[in-house]
C-alpha cells in the first residue's frame, strides 16, 4: 500500500515570489509520482510526473519538481508565481507494477496575491 | 473535444433516492476509474475497468455502489439508497494500459444528497 503527505494544506504566497509545495510518499513497492493541479470548478489536470531517468521533471509553466528517494520526497517549486498560478495542486503515487489507482495527498492550496 | 467527459456535471437529489452518473473516456483508453473527493481531501479511488473487467474495488465501495462498463467504452456509476454521507464530487479518469499511470480526468459530477 501507499500513502502520500502533503503537510501544507494552504500556501499563501505573494506574486513573483518564489514557492514550495511539500510531497512525502511512503511506499512499500517502486512508484511513479505526479503533481496534478486543479483550479476552481475544473477537474484534475497533470502538471508533471516522474517515472525514471532524471530525477528533476519540469513543467511547461515553470514549475519543477525533484524526486528524492532517500527522504521519498517530490517536492514541487516555482522561482516566481503568477496570480494564475492559484489552485489547489495534489501530489500523487502509483505503483510501477500495476500502474493502476492512484494514491492522492489531501492537497495544499497555492494563495498567490498581489 | 476529445477529453473525458461526466454527466451529469452537478445533481442534487433527497436521502434515499437513486442517482447514476455517466462517464465518457477518451476513445482509445482501455482503462477507466472512479474516485470520489470530498472536501478538502485528495480524490479517493473507488473501483477501476480495463475494457469491460472490473479489476479493483475499494473497500471504500459500499454495496450500494455499482459500476459498469457494458462494452469497454463508457462506464456508469449507480448510488441506490444515497445517503448525506455520499455528498461529494465524483471523478472519473481514464488511461491507456501502456502509459505510466498517467491518468485523465473528467470534469466531475457533484453530488449534494439533501
Not at chain 1, 39 to 57: D, E, H, I, M, W
Not at chain 2, 15 to 32: K, W
Request: glycine share 8%; net charge neutral.
Amino acid at each position: 500500500a501507499q500513502s502520500v503527505t502533503q503537510l501544507d494544506s494552504q500556501v499563501p504566497v505573494f506574486e513573483e515570489a518564489p514557492v514550495e509545495l511539500r510531497c512525502n510518499y511512503s511506499s512499500s513497492v517502486s512508484v511513479y509520482l505526479f503533481w496534478y493541479v486543479q483550479y476552481p470548478n475544473q477537474g484534475l489536470q497533470l502538471l508533471l510526473k516522474y517515472l525514471s531517468g532524471s530525477t528533476l521533471v519540469e513543467s511547461i509553466n515553470g514549475f519543477e519538481a525533484e524526486f528524492n528517494k532517500s527522504q521519498t520526497s517530490f517536492h514541487l517549486r516555482k522561482p516566481s508565481v503568477h496570480i494564475s498560478d492559484t489552485a489547489e495542486y495534489f501530489c500523487a503515487v502509483v505503483n510501477t507494477g500495476t500502474a493502476s489507482k492512484l494514491t492522492f495527498g489531501t492537497g495544499t492550496r497555492l494563495q498567490v496575491t498581489l | 473535444d476529445t477529453g473525458v467527459s461526466q454527466d451529469p456535471r452537478h445533481k442534487i437529489t433527497k436521502r434515499g433516492q437513486n442517482v447514476t452518473f455517466r462517464c465518457d473516456p477518451i476513445s482509445e483508453h482501455n482503462r477507466l476509474y472512479w474516485y470520489r473527493q470530498t472536501l478538502g481531501q485528495g480524490p479517493e479511488f473507488l473501483t477501476y475497468f480495463q475494457n469491460e473487467a472490473q479489476l479493483e474495488k475499494s473497500r471504500l465501495l459500499s454495496d450500494r455502489f455499482s459500476a459498469e462498463r457494458p462494452k469497454g467504452s463508457f462506464s456508469t456509476l449507480e448510488i441506490q439508497r444515497t445517503e448525506q454521507g455520499d455528498s461529494a464530487m465524483y471523478l472519473c479518469a481514464s488511461s491507456p494500459i501502456q502509459g505510466g499511470g498517467e491518468q485523465f480526468f473528467g470534469p466531475g459530477t457533484r453530488l449534494t444528497v439533501l
